[in-house]
């Protein structure tokens, strides 16, 4: 079974590229991906990520 992870950043090349690297490893699958923390926050509701990697500073919403 695969840790099942939600990329969280911004930036459209940060989010494709975090989201390669992770899928490369067959262990992890990204589940989605979100553009901010708000969106992140309904998305983790939702989907129940085992990790979820977050960009420090979004609009909307921080990271932190």
Same mark, same amino acid.
């Given at each position: 079974? #695969?840790? @099942?992870?939600?990329?969280?950043?911004?930036? +459209?090349?940060?989010?494709?590229? &975090? +989201?390669?690297? =992770?899928? +490369?490893? +067959?262990?992890?699958?990204?589940?989605?991906? #979100?553009?901010?923390?708000?969106?992140?926050?309904? @998305? #983790? @509701? #939702?989907? @129940?990520?085992?990790?979820?990697?977050?960009?420090?500073?979004?609009? &909307?919403?921080?990271? =932190?």
């Amino acid at each position: 079974m #695969a840790i @099942k992870v939600l990329v969280v950043d911004d930036s +459209s090349f940060f989010r494709r590229r &975090v +989201s390669e690297i =992770i899928n +490369s490893e +067959s262990r992890l699958e990204v589940i989605d991906v #979100a553009v901010n923390g708000r969106e992140a926050v309904e @998305k #983790a @509701k #939702a989907l @129940k990520p085992d990790v979820i990697t977050m960009d420090i500073e979004m609009p &909307v919403m921080d990271g =932190i």
